[in-house]
């Protein structure tokens, strides 16, 4: 099955948060938080404005994104956990 966003929505794999604190205690998976940071696997072609003309999103696939820890709906796609979310609950750009 093949998913392709509408409007200005993103589709993001969530990073894998860490295994160990600085410390080097090793967290447990009940424990770990979820981590606000993915990466971008598909875009919306954009939003329409008042005028109707489109606005392209500022993110594209294989960006590094942060977002807010309560940001997106969860769903499975292909056996894959990941998350569909609004632009605008995209905080930035990751650069590398």
């Known amino acids: 099955m093949s998913f392709r966003p509408l409007h200005d929505r993103v589709v993001v794999r969530r990073l894998d948060g860490e295994e160990k604190t600085k410390g080097g ?18 875009v919306g072609p954009g939003a329409r404005d008042d005028n109707g003309a489109r606005v392209v999103p500022d993110v594209k696939a294989g960006d590094r994104i942060l977002f807010g820890k309560w940001s ?24 590398a």
């Open 25 to 42: 205690i090793i967290i447990p998976d009940t424990a770990k938080e979820k981590p606000s940071e993915g990466i971008v696997v598909s």
């Open 72 to 95: 997106g709906t969860e769903v499975k796609v292909n056996g894959e956990d990941l998350l569909i979310m609004k632009e605008s609950d995209i905080m930035g750009v990751v650069e």
